[in-house]
């Protein structure tokens, strides 16, 4: 078993243990043996090692840790007489191995925890009385040191964790726990930290990411062997592009005992290779896959699928090993098929094997026709693998070729009815078209470009000009011409479309078209798709470029690129009716208009400050510092007119605009743009698109612009169904606008409104957030003197007392709603006893409130539902209580659609209980009352009105049917869904 080790984990230990003050463990202090010299060579050997050493393979017979390390945790004594500067080993002295033993070296075991001393113990006690005492700061104080005084013992990292924890320093306190957990060798802490961070809400997605990547690397040090460690890292890994890490993880992975042979992970391994560029590194893979699941493993039972094989080939087809690729293509083929015994098709030199009827396979004196049903041969070769076989044939040679074309022409390249295999098949025709043309078949290549031609998910440009390519090499210019006049009228006023077009013209030396067609690209505001296009074009002048001190090319730019920008603005305020009518093409228009705005804006720097400090700097012009003008500012200048200067001039009023556009049109622009892309379901666009904006300074520091933009923020998360977006977006307005009832019932209610777990809304954060603002009511509604014997933390006090002598909202009472939302936070989350605590809070200010009578009812019983409750007996009669309380209160005024709620609700909790003989009676209440719901409905809501009543009868015989199709009365099931249930 190799010991993977990742140098980066020993730098996080020291700096763990250099904020916390403990000893370096060899260092000078703790390590009688330790030397400068060592610890030299060991700094020079490290900063050499290779960012991916934490890997290293079996077959090199190598450790996990490389020699030359100057220091480790636990190391033997067995080498203390070596040369200086020669690295420790981890856990032993580094002493000769024979041959035998490399590579069955047994995992390390934890270290045993010695005996903490008797100094430890009373520095820990006196921690301990302190905290329970409420000190918090004098716990800390007496923790610090027994964690100097003994660096090995979990107990005081642990309650310094809390005590950073109770302060609201959530990193710090994990932090800790990290620290402790170096020492702990617990893969469950490592596990159990790595969640906590995941679930941080206050750190970016990549920072917590990185750092729960951290923790799995501990746990992998710990045990090698670890899957689910290792799976998680790759996840990581593999999204933030780390290549060389994830091809490592993953080789490891296929190493560990029961995944040698997982063809996912094989699949992800050969992703990830390509991207690399090195598919010979996968190659074995796939091939002792084969080999296993060939012959090992039932053909039912076996996950090797025509998926794998295609990957497979490939692979072969990336390396040029088509003789190969051919080979496994037939016997991959065959044996998933089932006919792996019929070897002797490998002795022909053609593929009559996989021929569609039997003309040729007969000549075959061994094929016998009856033996395998027709699926089995060529009509059971999915497409994608015939069009690899074609390939392979096209690739090796003239000789070949007649087969590659027999396969091609199964695809029906002619076929223009609605079944036409390109319709589903079309990335693997442009395949087999550019296959075709790269080999000289231009005609050919022609019947599957054209059949391109029209495919709604086929970019329409690079076939056209495709097709005109192929005509020009048959010499025939004027059918060139046409397809080219066809991109053209195609391409629209798409830039970058009339760039390729223009790039076509230059490849084959039509100079004079290429130039014109360049030229008039630039007078539009497309120069920068010319030079992404690589045409070449004329040298632009410009009367500015002397006063900016820009050179041509940025001039140029600079004036194509804002005429561009006003004519996108002016497109879109052209398309907006359309596109808020629901118009498609209008919206797929003006999302296209709106991106390269939006991409427009986010490029000037003057809207983001680089620098930390100047983070949330308001916007002060387009000058630079001290009348100075930056390269950004230049640039943008060049698109002024007449007077640029005026717009720079130090002491004049800040601009209000960008290339013409006022600031408040670009919010708009902004939230147009992610609300469409919302309703498309882009969601990581949308995301970038909304923060993007929030992070403009233009935007932060005008409270009006910063409104409407969570406000979308708000919307989108709505309709992308994001809980956590949407819990993000609410924190705004409840931070913004605290001890408003109407927000704290938005939060509550749009979080019921998002289908699925709801899992933000019940998790710590989210409990942590809503907590926070009830402790500063608490302390705001308290006189001084009554705050005094309350232990409120000491940072939460000192930020609560700053203004207004700690009441700055002028609260006189407490909110109902605020405490009921908490309830129902901690409700969700299953911890219903505290929920109790904050519904009884908001029944004393509130005592006739349905909604809190009913949550108090239902926390009850379901905390009866626990296994370990107590007393269940008085929690349900509590609940019903309180259930019934509710009842009087929703029925008293004989409204029906009350009524009916209230019986439903009655009926659920006798339902849940299991007195079904209870609850039948409301349920049939519910039934009773649908009339009436139904008529008042009508009568509110009218005739056409976009409201409508809520009806419970069909819940209610739902849960009847449910009920009586379990006792086996089928009959009356039956009777009630065909009343209630059928639309």
């Not at 800790?176 to 906590?196: T, V, Y």
């Not at 002491?651 to 498309?680: M, N």
Request: charged share 30%.
């Amino acid at each position: 078993m190799d010991d993977v080790e990742d140098d980066s984990e020993d730098e996080d230990e020291r700096i763990y243990a250099a904020a916390l003050g403990i000893p370096e463990i060899n260092g000078p202090s703790l390590d009688p043996d330790y030397s400068s010299s060592e610890a030299e060579a060991s700094r020079q050997e490290e900063s050499a090692e290779d960012s991916e050493s934490e890997y290293q393979s079996d077959e090199e017979g190598q450790r996990g840790a490389k020699r030359g390390r100057g220091r480790g945790r636990g190391r033997g004594r067995a080498s203390r007489g070596r040369a200086a500067g020669r690295g420790r080993g981890r856990g032993r002295g580094r002493g000769a191995r024979t041959a035998t033993e490399e590579g069955t070296r047994k995992p390390r075991k934890p270290r045993k925890a010695k005996e903490p001393g008797a100094e430890y113990k009373k520095l820990q006690g006196l921690a301990m009385q302190a905290y329970m005492d409420k000190r918090p700061d004098e716990a800390v104080e007496y923790a610090s040191q027994a964690i100097q005084e003994d660096p090995f013992q979990f107990a005081a990292y642990n309650l310094m964790s809390q005590l950073m924890h109770d302060k609201g320093h959530i990193e710090e306190s994990l932090d800790m726990l990290c620290a402790g957990a170096l020492n702990q060798k617990s893969e469950k802490a490592w596990f159990d930290i790595a969640d906590r961070i995941v679930a941080l809400p206050d750190l970016d997605e990549r920072g917590r990411l990185e750092w729960a990547h951290k923790c799995y690397s501990q746990i992998i040090r710990l045990n090698p062997t670890n899957y689910e460690a290792r799976r998680r890292r790759l996840e990581y890994q593999i999204r933030y592009d780390r290549h060389g890490q994830a091809k490592a993880e993953l080789e490891y992975i296929l190493k560990l005992s029961g995944h040698e042979h997982d063809v996912d992970i094989i699949q992800k391994l050969a992703e990830v290779c390509n991207a690399t560029q090195e598919p010979q590194r996968v190659l074995k893979y796939y091939e002792r896959a084969w080999n296993y699941h060939t012959k090992d493993v039932d053909r039912e039972e076996s996950d090797f699928d025509w998926n794998v094989l295609n990957s497979y080939l490939e692979i072969l087809m990336t390396m040029k090993c088509y003789d190969e690729a051919l080979s496994r293509l037939s016997t991959g083929g065959r044996w998933i098929l089932g006919r792996e015994e019929e070897t002797y098709w490998d002795d022909l030199e053609d593929d009559r094997e996989w021929d569609v009827d039997e003309d040729r396979r007969i000549e075959i004196e061994e094929y016998q026709p009856d033996r395998f049903d027709g699926e089995s041969y060529g009509a059971g070769l999915p497409l994608d693998i015939r069009a690899k076989l074609g390939l392979i044939r096209l690739a090796m040679g003239e000789e070949h070729r007649d087969e590659a074309l027999a396969h091609f022409d199964l695809f029906e390249p002619e076929d223009t009815s609605e079944d036409a295999v390109v319709k589903e098949y079309s990335d693997t025709f442009g395949e087999i078209a550019d296959a075709l043309t790269s080999s000289g078949n231009h005609e050919e290549a022609l019947r599957f470009y054209r059949a391109l031609v029209g495919i709604p998910k086929v970019e329409q440009i690079p076939v056209l000009i495709s097709i005109a390519a192929c005509y020009c090499s048959l010499q025939q210019l004027e059918n060139a011409n046409l397809w080219i006049e066809k991109a053209i009228e195609v391409a629209g006023e798409n830039h970058s479309l009339l760039a390729k077009v223009a790039r076509f013209f230059q490849d084959w030396n039509m100079t004079d078209r290429s130039q014109k067609l360049a030229d008039e690209i630039v007078r539009k505001g497309g120069i920068a798709a010319v030079r992404k296009a690589g045409v070449k074009k004329p040298r632009p002048s410009g009367r500015l470029r002397s006063v900016l001190g820009l050179d041509d090319g940025k001039f140029e730019e600079a004036q194509a690129r804002h005429k561009l920008m006003k004519d996108l603005y002016n497109e879109l305020q052209i398309l907006q009716t359309d596109a808020d009518a629901g118009d498609e093409e209008a919206e797929l228009a003006y999302m296209n208009a709106a991106n390269e705005l939006v991409d427009e804006f986010r490029s000037m720097g003057v809207f983001y400050p680089r620098h930390e400090k100047t983070k949330q700097t308001e916007f002060n012009g387009y000058g630079g510092r001290g009348g100075g003008w930056t390269n950004a500012t230049a640039v943008y200048v060049a698109t002024l007119s007449e007077h640029p200067t005026e717009l720079l001039a130090r002491g004049e009023k800040v601009p209000d605009e960008f290339h013409g556009i006022p600031f408040d049109e670009w919010v708009d622009i902004f939230s147009q743009y992610a609300l469409l892309l919302a309703r498309r379901a882009n969601n990581a666009r949308c995301w970038n698109v909304i923060q993007g904006a929030l992070a403009a300074n233009v935007f932060y520091h005008h409270s009006k612009r910063e409104n409407r933009l969570h406000v979308c923020w708000l919307a989108c998360a709505l309709l992308l169904r994001d809980d956590e977006q949407l819990c993000s977006a609410c924190r705004y307005f409840m931070k913004e606008r605290p001890y408003t009832n109407d927000v704290y019932r938005l939060y509550a209610l749009l979080n019921r409104y998002v289908i699925g777990n709801g899992t933000t809304f019940r998790e710590g954060p989210s409990q942590k957030f809503a907590l926070r603002i009830i402790k500063a009511m608490d302390f705001a509604l308290l006189s001084a003197e009554q705050r005094k014997k309350y232990k409120f933390a000491d940072g939460e006090v000192a930020i609560w007392s700053r203004r207004e002598d700690g009441n700055p909202e002028k609260l006189t009472e407490m909110n109902v709603a605020l405490l009921v939302m908490y309830g129902h936070v901690l409700s969700i989350g299953g911890t219903y006893i505290n929920a109790l605590n904050y519904y009884f809070r908001a029944f004393a200010l509130a005592p006739d409130d349905a909604l809190l009578n009913l949550s108090i009812a239902t926390s009850f019983v379901m905390q009866s539902f626990k296994r370990q409750s107590e007393n269940r007996q008085y929690q349900i009669q509590q609940g019903l209580r309180f259930l019934y309380r509710y009842y009087k209160l929703r029925s008293k005024d004989n409204i029906a659609i009350l009524v009916q709620e209230a019986e439903f609700n009655v009926a659920r909790l006798w339902h849940s209980l299991g007195l079904i003989h209870l609850a039948l009676p409301h349920y049939e209440r519910v039934l009773a009352l649908s009339e009436r719901v139904q008529a008042e409905g009508h009568k509110v809501c009218g005739e056409n009105g976009l409201g409508k009543a809520e009806d419970f009868a069909v819940e209610a015989a739902f849960a009847m049917q449910t009920y009586l199709a379990m006792s086996d009365n089928f009959s009356a099931a039956r009777e009630i869904t065909e009343k209630w249930m059928v639309l």
